[in-house]
């Protein structure tokens, strides 16, 4: 998903349209990297598991797909999970809402700290 998407414009439409989560079988390099900057959870799935779900969807439109990325997971409606894997500093930024800027600025107090100490 997201091939020749290298631009985060692919990325901010999907979040403008309320998307918090894209499932696939796999995702582009820089769409995954762009997706996790900005909010957007990228999961890959087996494509036989994709499948099925766009196959439930189509039939019935108001189907429900519990992702938790607490313990990631995808709850399929049969209760079926399915686990994805995640880099665990992205897990991190995102269950906090925080992008790279806000990250930094989290360690605003230990930068200072460092740049005070003496140089020899």
Same mark, same amino acid.
């Given at each position: 998903?997201?091939?020749?998407?290298?631009?985060?414009?692919?990325?901010?439409?999907? =979040?403008?349209?309320?998307?918090? =989560?894209?499932?696939?079988?796999?995702?582009?390099?820089?769409?995954?990297?762009?997706?996790?900057?900005?909010?957007?959870?990228?999961? $890959?799935?087996?494509?036989?598991?994709?499948? /099925?779900?766009?196959?439930? *969807?189509? +039939? +019935?439109?108001?189907?429900?797909? $519990? *992702?938790?990325?607490? =313990?990631?997971? *995808?709850?399929?409606?049969?209760?079926?999970?399915?686990?994805?894997?995640?880099?665990?500093?992205?897990? /991190?930024?995102?269950?906090?809402? /925080?992008?790279?800027?806000?990250?930094?600025?989290?360690?605003? $107090?230990?930068?200072?700290?460092?740049?005070?100490?003496? *140089?020899?």
């Amino acid at each position: 998903f997201g091939s020749g998407s290298s631009r985060e414009h692919a990325v901010w439409a999907l =979040t403008d349209y309320g998307f918090k =989560t894209v499932i696939a079988p796999s995702h582009a390099d820089i769409f995954y990297n762009n997706s996790l900057k900005n909010g957007l959870l990228p999961v $890959a799935l087996p494509e036989e598991t994709v499948n /099925m779900l766009l196959d439930l *969807v189509e +039939e +019935e439109p108001e189907t429900q797909i $519990a *992702v938790d990325l607490e =313990t990631q997971t *995808v709850t399929l409606p049969d209760g079926q999970q399915q686990h994805f894997d995640i880099d665990p500093f992205r897990k /991190m930024c995102l269950l906090q809402g /925080m992008d790279d800027l806000g990250y930094i600025l989290s360690k605003e $107090a230990a930068i200072e700290q460092y740049e005070a100490e003496p *140089v020899y």
